[in-house]
């Protein structure tokens, strides 16, 4: 490993003095709010997903519309203007479908109903012609399924049901980008529908809760699906089974898991210990509630919004994952519940669509918190970790490996692989694909990504490279490293 220059180690410095002061560096202070942003042009009263793309627009694809048809069109949220405007539709109507960013920037959108039948089909979106487009079919037709990105760029398709209220598969799938084709993977341990999958900080799949229609008809059980034995194992039960509700990464890297339902509305909280592979109880909700979201915020709070308890709610909360608490937050705009919530690139919460008020179905809002927002992170970045110097072909057509080193200050846990982007500028490539490795013998896992050499935009004569990219909850991160290129002449 080569030497690390002084000024990264004084940026991390920086960087730790800042969150040790935050009060004093962050910006405007104020209470949370959330205020009206544009209107969608279709109402989704349910089954709609949301997709943060990498230009930090959202794509709002499919659902049902107020009067309960699956939807075909899909549409754009720019946070730059407020607006949502139309963009490609799918070649058929879905509701209950996945969608699922993947490395090369584009969306896979897997199965879902289109009210004649459970699809089996999937498609592809371009970011950059704003399209969709067949790729290969499931193995299998499914609805209420999850799809989860893995670090190797395939992608998990968990669970779900052909038909509802019929017998469910316990067979999963891996979608591979590369080929477009997709394949069987390990069974699950337990049948399962309206689950929630959450990708863990050691690569592994945690699918908790949801129902079937044998035996234990509302699940307590958890299962984790490890991608380098492609095989699912039982883990640890929750007390109390359930399904509508949501499961959070947090940033130390247990799984809170709030809400939902089980023959009545959940106000109970349990927390998933992937070190023990145990859940415990971690208070409760200020209000019992499914078909809510959470989602995790740039501080490490997780926002519980809206959902239902005997009629649609309109407030919100915040869980404080040091405190091990929740508190009450400012209230949306009107009652909702199946919506969608998408933290954005500027740490404010997207929330579209969803049941409720009249109005519900095509009014979006955002919320922000301005506290504890920090600018950006500075990381240790290591190109081609383990040699000195770093010598890169422009024209190979080959990957480069690039290490993120884990350091104080901040952990590779909390950075979200998809976001990460390097080259010359640090905005040309994507990783093709990534894992947790240990780059420089120091004992501690470093995150360790693969881009493509031909798309980082280096050039011959090029002697520094950048590496930016986002926590999972929102803060940009910035890294930077010395080349060398060669086979330039």
């Given at each position: 490993m080569k030497k690390i220059r002084l000024t990264r180690w004084f940026g991390l410095l920086v960087v730790i003095f800042f969150l040790a002061n935050a009060p004093l560096f962050l910006g405007t202070q104020g209470d949370?709010?959330?205020?009206?942003?544009?209107?969608?042009?279709?109402?989704?009263?349910?089954?709609?997903?949301?997709?943060?793309?990498?230009?930090?627009?959202?794509?709002?694809a499919g659902g049902q519309s107020p009067s309960s048809s699956p939807l075909a069109c899909a549409e754009l949220y720019d946070p730059a203007t407020g607006t949502f405007s139309q963009t490609g539709s799918m070649g058929a109507c879905r509701t209950g479908h996945g969608a699922t960013l993947l490395p090369n920037g584009k969306?896979?959108?897997?199965?879902?109903?289109?009210?004649?039948?459970?699809?089996?089909?999937a498609e592809l979106y371009d970011p950059e012609t704003g399209t969709f487009s067949p790729t290969g079919n499931m193995l299998s037709p499914l609805i209420y399924h999850t799809a989860t990105l893995l670090p190797n760029g395939k992608v998990l398709i968990a669970g779900g049901t052909p038909a509802p209220y019929v017998d469910l598969t316990t067979g999963a799938e891996l979608y591979n980008p590369a080929t477009g084709a997709f394949t069987w993977t390990g069974r699950l341990m337990i049948p399962r529908q309206q689950h929630i999958s959450t990708l863990l900080s050691n690569g592994k799949v945690l699918l908790v809760g949801g129902g079937n229609w044998t035996g234990?008809?509302?699940?307590?059980?958890?299962?984790?699906?490890?991608?380098?034995?492609?095989?699912?194992?039982?883990?640890?039960?929750?007390?109390?089974?359930?399904?509508?509700?949501?499961a959070t990464l947090l940033t130390s890297g247990k799984v809170l898991v709030a809400g939902g339902y089980n023959g009545g509305i959940l106000c109970d909280v349990e927390l998933?210990?992937?070190?023990?592979?145990?859940?415990?109880?971690?208070?409760?909700?200020?209000?019992?509630?499914?078909?809510?979201?959470?989602?995790?915020?740039?501080?490490?709070?997780?926002?519980?919004?809206?959902?239902?308890?005997?009629?649609?709610?309109?407030?919100?909360?915040?869980?404080d994952p040091t405190a091990?608490?929740?508190?009450?937050?400012?209230?949306?705009?009107?009652?909702?519940?199946?919506?969608?919530?998408?933290?954005?690139?500027?740490?404010?919460?997207?929330?579209?669509?969803?049941?409720?008020?009249?109005?519900?179905?095509?009014?979006?809002?955002?919320?922000?918190?301005?506290?504890?927002?920090?600018?950006?992170?500075?990381?240790?970045i290591d190109v081609k970790p383990?040699?000195?110097?770093?010598?890169?072909?422009?024209?190979?057509?080959?990957?480069?490996?690039?290490?993120?080193?884990?350091?104080?200050?901040?952990?590779?846990?909390?950075?979200?692989?998809?976001?990460?982007r390097f080259g010359k500028t640090g905005s040309e490539t994507y990783a093709s694909h990534w894992s947790l490795a240990d780059c420089n013998g120091d004992g501690q896992l470093d995150l360790l990504l693969h881009f493509p050499t031909e798309k980082t935009g280096i050039l011959c004569g090029d002697t520094i490279v950048f590496l930016t990219g986002k926590t999972r909850s929102g803060v940009d991160i910035k890294g930077e490293d010395d080349i060398r290129t060669v086979g330039c002449k």
């Open positions: 949370p709010t959330f205020t009206a942003t544009g209107s969608m042009g279709t109402g989704r009263a349910n089954g709609h997903t949301a997709t943060l793309l990498p230009s930090g627009k959202v794509l709002i969306v896979l959108i897997t199965g879902g109903n289109d009210s004649a039948q459970t699809l089996s089909s234990e008809r509302i699940l307590t059980s958890a299962e984790l699906y490890d991608p380098t034995t492609e095989s699912f194992t039982v883990t640890g039960s929750m007390a109390i089974g359930r399904y509508a509700h949501t998933f210990n992937p070190t023990t592979g145990t859940f415990l109880a971690s208070g409760s909700l200020e209000t019992g509630r499914a078909v809510h979201t959470a989602t995790l915020l740039p501080n490490g709070t997780v926002l519980i919004a809206g959902g239902w308890n005997n009629d649609y709610l309109g407030n919100a909360e915040v869980y091990g608490v929740f508190a009450a937050t400012a209230s949306m705009g009107g009652p909702r519940g199946s919506h969608t919530a998408t933290l954005l690139t500027d740490g404010k919460v997207l929330i579209a669509g969803g049941s409720g008020d009249p109005d519900s179905g095509t009014s979006a809002e955002l919320y922000w918190d301005p506290t504890n927002m920090p600018n950006h992170i500075d990381v240790l383990g040699e000195t110097p770093n010598s890169i072909n422009p024209r190979s057509k080959g990957k480069i490996p690039v290490a993120i080193i884990a350091a104080f200050g901040y952990s590779v846990n909390d950075i979200d692989p998809t976001m990460v």
